[in-house]
């Protein structure tokens, strides 16, 4: 289980603004690889599934060149300290 960030959903949701899943992997002779996927549609559907629709378009990008993959906060449940725990469910922002 992981906490997938809500943030980029919530503003799509608000704005209209498309999601568009990029990523960069570096090649031999400093060379980079720049990989966009489809929009990732996040119009009209509760927070939880665009939050699973983004995770979806994550896992391909990662399945490109896992060893490219960097997180630099705990990413996965199972990493996080006691007191940072809980919920991996995404909420729905107040206000």
Do not use: K
């Amino acid at each position: 289980a992981a906490r997938i960030p809500a943030g980029p959903a919530v503003l799509a949701r608000r704005t209209g603004a498309a999601i568009v899943p990029i990523t960069m992997l570096q090649r031999p002779g400093r060379r980079w690889h720049l990989q966009v996927l489809p929009a990732v549609d996040v119009d009209g559907v509760d927070l939880r599934t665009a939050c699973r629709r983004l995770a979806g378009a994550i896992e391909d990008l990662v399945r490109a060149d896992p060893a490219q993959w960097h997180v630099f906060r705990p990413l996965w449940l199972a990493d996080l300290p006691e007191r940072h725990g809980g919920s991996s469910a995404p909420q729905e922002p107040t206000g």
